[in-house]
Each structure stands twice: as C-alpha cells, then as structure tokens.
C-alpha cells in the first residue's frame, strides 16, 4: 500500500523559501506519476507542479521560476522547493500520486493517492 507523507510547511516572510517534503512508501517514487497540489483560503485546490518517470516536469504558471521539483530516489522521497514566497502561496500544499500515466497533470481527480497536507503560511 502505497503511503504518502508531507513535511516542511511553516510560516514564513514574503521573499522567503521553504523545502517541501513527500516521503513515499510501498513504491518507488520514480515509478509514479506526482504531483503537489494546494488549496488556499476559500479556494479550490490547484495543481502547482509534477514529475513523470520519464523525468518530465510541469508547473503552474504562477511558480514557474520560482518553484522546482525534484526527486531523490535513494530517499523515496519528493521535493518542492519554492524560492521568492509570495503571500498568495499560502494554502494546504499536499502531494499527489497515480501509479499510471494521466493527463491532465493539473486535474486532480486524476491522482488516486494523496498526502494529509502541510501548511504553508506567507505573510507580507
């Protein structure tokens, strides 16, 4: 069974950064289709980046340039690093998982697997 767990949200100052973090169990990180997502203050929950197998990446527009996201196999662990915060960053971040091929990458009902979440807090 395939288990996600997020960590690193905390608050921080606008301009700021923070390290997310998705410890995977029961699967290779590298064999899965993942993605983090977040939902803010009254909003819907919205993809903000994903990794294939193929090593593909996807961004949001609004983090693109100031997100990245990475793998560590020899962890089975995924990385959100998110440089130059903003306010509007706030929100619930949660890592998502499918163990096949989906597209959209942004849709979320296309992810079967999904973390508890970890708050992220961008004050300016």
């Known amino acids: 069974q395939v288990q996600l767990v997020e960590s690193g949200g905390v608050s921080v100052q606008a301009g700021g950064s923070l390290r997310l973090s998705c410890a995977t169990s029961?699967?290779?990180?590298?064999?899965?289709?993942m993605a983090w997502f977040r939902q803010g203050p009254g909003t819907e929950r919205e993809g903000v980046a994903a990794?294939?197998?193929?090593?593909?990446?996807y961004y949001a527009d609004s983090v693109k340039g100031r997100f990245t996201i990475v793998e560590d196999n020899a962890k089975n662990t995924m990385f959100l690093q998110m440089n130059n915060l903003r306010s509007d960053d706030t929100g619930v971040y949660y890592c998502?998982?499918?163990?096949?091929?989906?597209?959209?990458?942004?849709?979320?009902?296309?992810?079967?697997?999904w973390g508890q979440g970890t708050q992220v807090t961008v004050s300016s």
């Open positions: 998502a998982a499918a163990p096949g091929y989906i597209a959209p990458w942004h849709v979320r009902n296309r992810y079967r697997l």
């Open positions: 990794i294939w197998p193929s090593a593909s990446k």
């Open positions: 029961g699967s290779a990180v590298s064999n899965l289709y």
